[in-house]
């Protein structure tokens, strides 16, 4: 598993069952206190589901089962410029898939890893709904639109 | 804040605001107020309606422009983002398409100012179910 | 007075340019280029009918109009002020000239109900909504009908609902109005997962509080209290003005206890999605919101029986819920006047993929593809031949030309091998394989399949395989049967509407675009051009000036050749990345 | 829902017509008419409260007339006039379909599977007459996990999530979930790590209901076989009261012979040297536990308010995780006395090796058990000296049975045997240990005499038996009112504790088993197939064996006696509380990542 060791420090800690408490430790706000908890930590390290878990009484499976089984949550540290490639149906057959491709080869990751230096992670998203400017790609927050292929090294240029 | 408490109520606001958007929009300074809606959905905030909003408000009290600007959403022309509409009063609104700082410092100089139309506008083909 | 020529790709490709300079040049010949103002506009979304000019202030609308009619449009109209007759747009049923535009069919042909305040009112400021009727319905409601009233003209609108399936609207709030229980609930499905759709982002984004209130509505009708709107993560500015949304309610007493002076009380509160396709099913969705993994279970019991806590629950998609307002203020006849026979009302769709006019829109239903396509769309993007459209997302199929015509509503769809899905229409020409296509579809499938039952869980990645052994050129003609079968077991044993549905794409190009599969299969060929590894890159040594370009761009270093002679690709070396087809300038690499 | 008059609604199977209660599912329906339909998935011990119907294998679908798709018949509910084919050609068609596309993501080692033989896969597989898979692609794999007491091999797992509702419903244990999704959904602890670093209580009930072999125990038998033919050793074997109700199902008799003589004589031919009887142990853990529950109860009724009411008995090996994980703030409240299993290592070793002048290290150890969290037992270092443990190896009936089959013995045609003396002396009150509420009919039976002075005129206590999931009974002991709670299945144990907690507990002692029915239903035990019927023949067959012994108090046994006169002293001594009580951790932050 997840070989990144992440310690909570106390301050973290009470965060995070301030968090937890804040939704009155109820077991079905679990997906709501992920969120909020990826938001503080930017993943869900097993330390953290562990506290959820022991916070709202519910086993530590039936948290790391809900963590696995929606993609928006991630237990590994995002880059420090994540990349997302809009894999929607309108970006695919523009080309989408070609523009992947390319990240690919010039950050020789594949989706879902993080460079080895930290600075990129890279992960495929459905639709961000701006289908009109297809192909998308999305660093941090800002949105690229028409991305060709040939466009990617002039993306990444402004993060150098 | 207003509490509706009744269907009058609703009926007295809704009347109430209806004459005071109409004001604004007509009799108050019928040749100097214009109103530009700026599509800000996800896919227009995407390409660069957010920038755009700003520098029309900006610029507007800069130039001395009497000029509402309001956020609207999605108008469906996702091909053409950031689309505004403009409306001069006394004249149907136009859509514009592509609209970045240049082409909205266009709008402003050659139609809002002169009436002179610019290229992007974007035909509207829908129909309200008002009508 | 102003010309307005259409600048959008179909009529630039069809000398729309031309048509402008020749406008400019004949009005300066006249001396009246001050008073008449030549403009280049968007596309008109009347590409087949292209090139558009169009005449302001009296709105006279000239149809393919060639380089050459500039002179008389000009002599005629302008100087004269006598409509060129001939270039006026023909309307097919009266064979009428039709001159103004507003009298014309096409820009009829979309009406607004659900996105009526989308892109007209600041969706920011609930005063905008309530002077655009808002909250009237809900006063009309809870002050002058009772439930069953609601109810009643919800089911005579004939409003099905518009998450795909088309389940009656007014019939889902008379079950769940009909169960007993302390606590009943309103859930809207605001999980839009089909990639390609967003009209209920556009919705929650541009007009929110006509959701609330139709939920408010809802809930009047069914006897709950609560409402909860299950929306993505994925949308943080549709969860935004949302909250804005719920809070300005609150502050006018339009949520909340007593609402507008009655006994009836309803408030509402936000739960989020984390990215699973599967919640758009509302088994799924109601078991997402309760914190657990987002699994569907078997129906019955159904949300309204037994929902949300295990409470009955109401849910509908948030196109649906916008719908509600309108049809309690202007009664369920004249929703029920619009659209076909069994599908009334407008359908809202995300035009998408290889079409000019990108975007939202909402038309009514029976509209066929064409008008959808050709006029609404602006046809095709760079003039390339349609191939197909995909109306329904990952549960829908690929229509063709010969579905062009056909009406659209929900029955009609399924007809077609398809189904109306959310509302999502992606647009294919040409260049698009379909086998890739069906590939990309289950692609999508396989990630989003919850696992709990083994068709959707396994069936769906051996048809994944399957096809990806035929883009490889590696199937054979039994593999084609299998896919045919296996397509049929999982749309018959799976256990939600996801895997039910998923094979359609498959089981929708294999009618439609057999030849396609067996070009794969046969010929070891994929006809548009499509699946690399059927590829291969070839340089033409007579068109070559050996100018170096194909080899700097090449990531493998599998061009090779002297400057200023005709280079090499070195197919085994070659990854068919494309880039060096897309630099060449003299159309000297060709793929076979 | 409205409580209706039971209304029956009639349906029509394969041409069958049936009248049916509405609510019922196809499925049942059909099992009334002898139509048997196929299930991975599916289980229904509604007897024990145990229902797992996900709708999710989809090998039970069947035709409904007029419905579009097939219908799963283990959830659909019956509709009036309902026409039904459960083996039309569209039917057999997509239920191989489905089947197939199972096998095409199963290894094909059944020659060398556990499960092999009693593999519901397989038998479907059979049953369907699969005789080629047509689908190949990839095929899942995981880490094989294995842990002291179950090995996890997910490549086998065919996704019918009844150990997660085992574990996490019935149990409420949590150590399993469904992780993942899509074709990589599987079922696994928190993070994918093994069992050990998970609260599993090893109680075994996951591998009594995996339909193939997914999940199994870890098999010792060729340790013991090992140790048997070491000349060196010593190899002693003792037998607990539940494997002799269940053992001969294994060679085809019917569920609830009592096969106690043939078993000993067995054993004696495999070579264990001495056969010993678990039983005798558990008429000391009687003495131990009894005299600690007399010692409370006489400390309550003095007026000591600090005293820990209700005891809690230990013998159960998985409930003891079970607290140990869930309760730590309650350590203090079970028993100390070690299980029958422990009590008879420790015996064995430190005093049944001195008797025969063997030294401990050789002097080997074997237990029979219906469980496999004994196996885990076994490993726990308190009970080990210089790392030489009480008892060396656990071999659950299964394993024992596929001993006995190895070793070439003809089990039907044995002649019964006794065991052998002194370690395998029992009484009746020792025998039913081996059913849930055994344990404290037999604790009652010896606290009742020795408290009162006065003899038992009826030993049955009728009130205390029974297979409801929580019991609570009263028992008069000359005046004073015992109560007693009994739950079997460790939610229903969860309940009576977080009332104590809550201090909601009226009880003065709890009788806790981990496993539904108790050890009859062990996680080591032949396997039910989720058939109830089963479980309460062996559940009648432990009574009839404790209803046929001569003795039937604990405190009677002559072995016992001369045990406590010769070695012990008194029961909870000072030597006692060395050998036979134990002590309890803290394991709630014991699991995950480390």
């Given at each position: ?34 969120h909020?908890?990826q ?13 959820v878990?022991?916070e709202?009484?519910?086993s530590?499976?039936?948290v ?86 040939d ?8 993060y150098? | ?44 905030i ?57 082409k ?28 | ?50 090139p ?33 007759n ?105 999980d ?5 759709a ?16 139709a ?39 339009l ?55 295990g ?39 995300a035009l ?8 939202l ?82 692609d ?15 069936g ?36 939600c509407g ?7 794409p ?5 009618d439609n ?22 590829m ?28 200023k ?28 | 829902?409205r409580?209706?008059?039971?209304e ?50 989809r ?33 057999l ?36 007459g ?14 094989k ?7 996890r ?57 995996c ?16 140790a048997?033919a ?41 070579g ?19 005299t ?49 299993q ?54 659950s ?31 009746g ?113 432990i ?52």
């Amino acid at each position: 598993m997840s070989h990144i060791k992440f310690k909570l420090n106390p301050e973290q800690l009470t965060e995070l069952k301030e968090v937890c408490k804040s939704f009155n430790n109820d077991k079905g706000e679990l997906i709501n206190v992920l969120h909020k908890a990826q938001g503080i930590f930017g993943y869900l390290p097993a330390e953290v589901q562990e506290v959820v878990a022991k916070e709202l009484k519910i086993s530590v499976a039936q948290v790391y089962g809900v963590v696995t089984f929606y993609s928006f949550f991630s237990m590994m540290p995002k880059g420090q410029h994540p990349i997302s490639i809009c894999m929607g149906t309108a970006c695919y057959v523009r080309g989408g898939e070609k523009v992947l491709d390319e990240f690919k080869r010039i950050l020789n990751i594949q989706v879902g890893e993080t460079t080895p230096d930290g600075k990129y992670s890279m992960s495929c998203l459905r639709c961000v709904g701006a289908c009109g400017l297809a192909p998308v790609v999305m660093v941090g927050d800002k949105v690229y639109g028409r991305v060709a292929p040939d466009g990617v090294r002039d993306i990444l240029k402004n993060y150098e | 804040m207003v509490k509706v408490k009744s269907l009058a109520d609703l009926k007295k606001i809704k009347s109430e605001l209806q004459s005071k958007m109409e004001l604004r929009e007509k009799s108050e300074n019928p040749e100097k107020s214009v109103q530009v809606k700026v599509a800000m959905a996800t896919c227009g905030i995407a390409s660069g309606a957010k920038q755009v909003m700003d520098f029309l408000i900006e610029e507007f009290e800069k130039r001395g422009i009497e000029a509402i600007v309001t956020q609207t959403g999605c108008m469906g022309y996702c091909y053409a983002e950031p689309t505004i509409e403009v409306t001069v009063p006394g004249k149907d609104p136009l859509v514009f398409g592509y609209v970045n700082i240049k082409k909205a410092d266009e709008i402003i100089e050659k139609y809002i100012k002169n009436g002179e139309l610019v290229e992007g506008i974007i035909p509207v083909n829908y129909e309200t179910i008002e009508k | 007075m102003h010309l307005l020529v259409c600048g959008g790709t179909g009529c630039r490709a069809s000398e729309s340019s031309a048509i402008l300079d020749n406008l400019k040049s004949v009005l300066e010949e006249n001396n009246l280029e001050n008073e008449v103002q030549v403009v280049k506009t968007g596309c008109f979304g009347f590409c087949e009918k292209g090139p558009i000019v169009k005449v302001l202030p009296d709105n006279t609308f000239y149809t393919q109009v060639k380089p050459e009619d500039a002179k008389e449009i000009v002599n005629e109209h302008i100087i004269k002020g006598r409509k060129v007759n001939r270039l006026l747009y023909l309307n097919p049923e009266s064979k009428e000239h039709v001159s103004d535009s507003k009298h014309m069919g096409f820009y009829k042909k979309q009406i607004r109900i659900a996105l009526r305040n989308c892109g007209f009112i600041n969706p920011e400021n609930i005063d905008e909504y309530i002077s655009r009727d808002g909250y009237e319905a809900l006063a009309k409601c809870i002050t002058e009908m009772t439930p069953a009233q609601v109810i009643d003209v919800i089911k005579r609108s004939g409003l099905r609902g518009r998450g795909g399936a088309g389940f009656p609207t007014g019939l889902k709030w008379e079950i769940a109005s009909k169960s007993v229980a302390d606590q009943k609930y309103v859930v809207c499905n605001a999980d839009e997962g089909d990639p390609g759709a967003f009209m209920d982002r556009s919705v929650l984004e541009g007009d929110p509080h006509s959701v609330i209130e139709a939920m408010a509505i809802c809930g009047y009708s069914i006897g709950a209290s609560k409402g909860l709107v299950y929306i993505r993560a994925e949308y943080p500015l549709a969860i935004e003005r949302l909250k804005i949304a719920i809070g300005q309610a609150r502050e006018y007493g339009l949520l909340g206890e007593k609402i507008l002076g009655t006994d009836f009380a309803f408030d509402l509160e936000l739960r989020y999605g984390a990215g699973a396709f599967v919640c758009g099913e509302e088994t799924a969705l109601i078991h997402s919101m309760e914190g657990l993994r987002g699994e569907p279970t078997v129906k019955p019991p159904f949300p309204a029986e037994r929902g949300y806590l295990g409470k009955p629950s109401n849910v509908n998609n948030v196109e649906t819920f916008a719908n509600i307002p309108v049809i309690i203020n202007k009664g369920p006849e004249w929703f029920s006047s619009i659209g076909t026979e069994k599908s009334k009302g407008t359908k809202v769709f995300a035009l998408a993929g290889k079409i000019n006019n990108v975007g939202l829109i909402e038309v009514p239903m029976g509209t066929t593809l064409r008008e959808i396509i050709f006029e609404i769309g602006g046809g095709i993007k760079d003039g390339k031949k349609f191939k197909a459209v995909q109306t329904g997302g990952p549960s829908g199929g690929c229509l063709t030309e010969k579905h062009l015509d056909t009406p659209i509503d929900y029955d009609n769809l399924i007809a077609s091998g398809s189904m109306m899905g959310s509302g999502g229409m992606i647009v294919m020409d040409e260049d698009d394989c379909m086998v890739s296509i069906a590939k990309y579809y289950l692609d999508f499938t396989v990630e989003e399949s919850c696992g709990k039952c083994t068709p959707c869980r396994v069936g769906n990645k051996r048809l994944y395989e399957t096809l990806d052994k035929i883009c490889h050129g590696n199937g054979t003609m039994e593999d084609l049967d299998k896919l045919r079968n296996l397509s049929n077991v999982i749309r018959d044993t799976s256990l939600c509407g996801l895997g039910q549905t998923s094979p359609n794409p498959v089981l929708s190009t294999l009618d439609n675009f057999y030849h396609e599969y067996l070009a794969h299969v046969k010929d070891h060929k994929c006809p548009a051009g499509q699946c690399k590894a059927l590829m291969q890159y070839t340089i033409n040594p007579e068109a070559c000036v050996g100018c170096t370009a194909c080899a700097r761009v090449c990531p493998v270093n599998a061009i090779s050749g002297e400057r200023k002679k005709p280079h090499f690709i070195d197919t085994t070396v070659c990854i068919k990345c494309g880039a060096c087809f897309e630099k060449c300038k003299f159309d000297a690499i060709y793929i076979n | 829902m409205r409580n209706q008059i039971m209304e029956l609604v009639k349906i029509t199977i394969d041409g069958k017509t049936v009248e049916v209660e509405k609510g019922a599912t196809i499925y049942d329906a059909a099992k009334l008419i002898g139509i048997d339909i196929p299930t991975l998935c599916y289980m229904n011990m509604g007897d024990m409260n145990i229902k797992h119907n996900p709708g999710g294998c989809r090998i039970c679908v069947v035709e409904v007339e007029g419905r579009r798709n097939l219908a799963p018949s283990c959830v659909t509910p019956v509709m009036n006039g309902m026409v039904v084919n459960t083996h039309s050609v569209r039917v057999l068609n997509a239920r191989r379909t489905v089947l197939e596309l199972m096998l095409s993501d199963h290894p094909f080692d059944c020659l060398v599977c556990a499960k092999s033989g009693n593999c519901d896969l397989q038998s479907l597989a059979q049953r369907l007459g699969i005789r080629e898979i047509p689908f190949q692609g990839e095929q899942s794999t995981y880490r094989k996990d294995t842990s002291p007491s179950i090995i996890r091999d997910m490549d086998k797992c065919i996704m019918c999530r009844r150990c997660e509702t085992m574990c996490n419903q019935v149990q409420t244990v949590g150590a399993l979930s469904a992780v993942n999704r899509g074709f990589q959904a599987v079922v696994a602890p928190a993070f994918e790590m093994n069992l050990d670093h998970s609260p599993c209580t090893y109680c075994g009930q996951c591998i009594s209901v995996c339909p193939t072999g997914a999940l199994t125990e870890v098999d010792h038998t060729r340790q013991v076989i090992n140790a048997l033919a070491d000349p060196k050793k010593t190899v002693i074997v003792q037998t607990a009261p539940a494997v002799r109700v269940a053992l001969g199902e294994e060679f085809g008799m019917e569920p609830g012979t009592i096969v106690t003589g043939k078993m000993a004589a067995a054993l004696r031919k495999l070579g264990f040297n001495y056969v010993f009887d678990t039983d005798f142990a558990a008429d000391l853990t009687i003495m131990e536990e009894g005299t600690e529950l007399l010692g409370r109860l006489n400390k309550f009724l003095a007026g000591d308010k600090k005293v820990k009411l209700p005891i809690l008995t230990s013998c159960c090996p998985a409930w003891v995780k079970f607290f140990e994980h869930n309760f730590p703030d309650m350590l203090d409240i079970p028993s100390t006395a070690r299980s029958p299993q422990q009590m008879f290592g420790a015996i064995a070793k430190n005093y049944f090796a001195e008797k025969i002048n063997v030294k401990r290290e050789d002097l080997v150890v074997v237990s029979i058990m219906p469980c496999v969290a004994k196996k885990y037992e076994c490993s726990r270092e308190e009970f080990s000296t210089n790392g030489n443990p009480d008892v060396d190896y656990s071999l659950s009936t299964r394993e024992l049975a596929q001993f006995i089959k190895q070793a070439n013995i003809d089990f039907n045609s044995l002649d019964d045997e006794d065991f052998d003396r002194p370690l395998g002396e029992s009484t009746g009150a020792a025998v039913i240990f081996g059913t849930t509420g055994g344990v404290i009919e037999a604790a009652v039976r010896t606290a009742y005499e020795i408290h009162t002075g006065k003899k038992l005129d009826k030993v049955d206590f009728q009130q205390i038996r029974g297979l409801e999931n929580v019991r609570s009974a009263s028992v008069d002991v000359d005046g004073f009112e015992l109560k007693i709670g009994i739950a079997h299945g460790l939610g229903n144990a969860r309940k009576l504790l977080e009332d104590i907690r809550d201090g909601k507990s009226e009880f003065h002692a709890i009788e806790i088993m981990a496993c539904p029915g108790g050890c009859i239903g062990g996680g080591g035990q032949p396997y039910h197939h989720g058939d109830t019927s089963i479980l309460k023949a062996r559940f009648k067959a432990i009574y009839r064996e404790d209803a046929g012994k001569t003795i039937r108090k604990s405190h009677e046994n002559p072995y016992i006696i001369q045990l406590y006169k010769e070695f012990l002293g008194k029961p909870c001594s000072e030597l006692s509380h060395h050998l036979l009580h134990t002590k309890y951790f803290d394991r709630q932050d014991d699991v995950f990542v480390d």
